[in-house]
């Protein structure tokens, strides 16, 4: 049986368990997700995710409206294929919402990067180990130093994190499980409690035949690797009118995009199509939530890199405020103000900070800034959002129903 739940309703329930120390600011929007049934003995899916196609047994990325935009107004992008396996994929999807794998049974990959908020968490910053309940709601945990990027295309991110200390996916995914402020655990912890459960067993045989007779902690990074690679998003209305389809976008979005692309905006320069980020760091100078933050500058050693960040895609970037390493930004329209106001030159930020050239005041009027927001939207695509498991092998409540998350058992 399948359940399409509606977040904007659900929100509004979850705020009234935990008002006391919620965020007070703006969600721009919540997304929509499915919720399903796993199948009996949690059977592996043979099925593609949406956004991805069947190819001799295997899942490959749907480039149909990218293909296009390459060809036609594309910044020199082109975008490699892979090959994931269906069950792995599923398997990876299983792992990724059980709490399991944390130290203290309480935390999964979904709390923090949540369906209802588009992969990541709706928060100013992410809450750790401790915590109770997800995405913008949770509370009590240990206070993390910066919000959580949203996984859309993380397959094709070239520095992960922030402050880009991973350089692929498998190195991204052991950061917050073995992490001590998040979600505590270890490789010996993860084998062990796998390797206790039949379901778990089951599940990695079916996925990497003989390989999978013993579930190991490379296995399931493996796994919820292959997971975040099929998360995919590439079918906006915006891909649509690059690939022929005129009235994908309206006449202010279209404006939006001119502005986009103008020498004055520069935005294009930072964020060009088809990934709408150029994998890079940049020092825009947005002021950090609590302590100071270095960014890249700690990971390198370089001062010229004091205050830098990656460039975040700005795919799905209506429903992952709020915005910037620190979350200082709520909304999209404070997002272009600070930037026409010349960003951290015009806003305060540190004067040891070596801001990027680009970063000037632009004089973009009202109506120029409401239709590069307008633009912005244009940009949505959750085509590929991963179903919810209503249950997961563990048999722990998942990150759904709050009261759970608040008294479920640490043993």
């Known amino acids: 049986m399948k359940y399409r739940f509606y977040l904007g309703f659900f929100a509004v329930i979850i705020l009234n368990f935990c008002c006391s120390k919620v965020e007070?600011?703006?969600?721009?929007?919540?997304?929509?997700?499915?919720?399903?049934?796993?199948?009996?003995?949690?059977?592996?899916?043979?099925?593609?995710?949406?956004?991805?196609?069947?190819?001799?047994?295997?899942?490959?990325?749907?480039?149909?409206?990218?293909?296009?935009?390459?060809?036609?107004?594309?910044?020199?992008?082109?975008?490699?294929?892979?090959?994931?396996?269906?069950?792995?994929?599923?398997?990876?999807?299983?792992?990724?919402?059980?709490?399991?794998?944390?130290?203290?049974?309480?935390?999964?990959?979904?709390?923090?990067?949540?369906?209802?908020?588009?992969?990541?968490?709706?928060?100013?910053?992410?809450?750790?180990?401790?915590?109770?309940?997800?995405?913008?709601?949770?509370?009590?945990?240990?206070?993390?130093?910066?919000?959580?990027?949203?996984?859309?295309?993380?397959?094709y991110m070239k520095h992960l994190f922030w402050d880009g200390r991973a350089s692929n996916l498998e190195d991204q995914t052991e950061g917050p499980l073995y992490s001590p402020d998040e979600m505590g655990s270890s490789p010996e912890i993860v084998e062990s409690r796998l390797n206790e459960i039949p379901l778990y067993q089951k599940m990695f045989r079916e996925a990497y035949g003989p390989k999978g007779s013993k579930v190991t902690a490379d296995l399931v990074i493996n796994a919820i690797s292959n997971f975040e690679r099929s998360l995919v998003s590439f079918s906006s209305r915006f891909d649509k009118?690059?690939?022929?389809?005129?009235?994908?976008?309206?006449?202010?979005?279209?404006?939006?995009?001119?502005?986009?692309?103008?020498?004055?905006?520069?935005?294009?320069?930072?964020?060009?199509?088809?990934?709408?980020?150029?994998?890079?760091?940049?020092?825009?100078?947005?002021?950090?939530?609590?302590?100071?933050?270095?960014?890249?500058?700690?990971?390198?050693?370089?001062?010229?890199?004091?205050?830098?960040f990656r460039v975040p895609t700005l795919r799905n970037i209506t429903k992952t405020a709020p915005y910037m390493h620190s979350g200082n930004l709520e909304t999209l329209e404070e997002v272009v103000h600070f930037y026409n106001e010349g960003g951290g030159r015009g806003n305060g930020a540190p004067r040891d900070l070596r801001i990027h050239w680009h970063v000037r005041k632009m004089g973009l009027s009202q109506t120029e800034i409401k239709s590069l927001v307008s633009f912005l939207g244009a940009l949505t695509d959750e085509t590929s959002m991963p179903k919810f498991p209503k249950s997961v092998p563990s048999g722990l409540p998942v990150a759904l129903d709050f009261q759970s998350n608040i008294h479920r058992s640490s043993k």
């Open 241 to 308: 009118w690059s690939s022929g389809d005129k009235d994908a976008l309206s006449p202010e979005e279209l404006l939006g995009y001119n502005v986009f692309r103008s020498f004055v905006a520069r935005c294009a320069e930072c964020h060009p199509p088809p990934m709408f980020t150029n994998n890079v760091f940049a020092t825009i100078g947005v002021l950090d939530s609590g302590e100071r933050d270095f960014g890249r500058e700690a990971i390198t050693g370089q001062d010229l890199l004091r205050g830098s």
């Open 24 to 155: 007070s600011r703006i969600v721009n929007e919540v997304s929509e997700f499915e919720m399903v049934e796993p199948p009996p003995d949690f059977r592996l899916s043979s099925v593609c995710p949406s956004g991805l196609k069947q190819e001799k047994g295997y899942c490959v990325i749907d480039y149909q409206y990218v293909i296009p935009l390459e060809k036609n107004g594309g910044l020199g992008q082109p975008l490699p294929q892979v090959k994931l396996d269906p069950k792995i994929i599923d398997l990876g999807r299983y792992l990724f919402f059980d709490p399991v794998l944390s130290g203290d049974k309480q935390l999964s990959c979904a709390h923090c990067h949540h369906p209802a908020h588009s992969l990541s968490d709706g928060r100013k910053q992410s809450i750790g180990k401790g915590g109770s309940g997800y995405g913008p709601y949770r509370k009590d945990g240990l206070l993390l130093k910066r919000s959580a990027p949203s996984l859309w295309n993380v397959l």
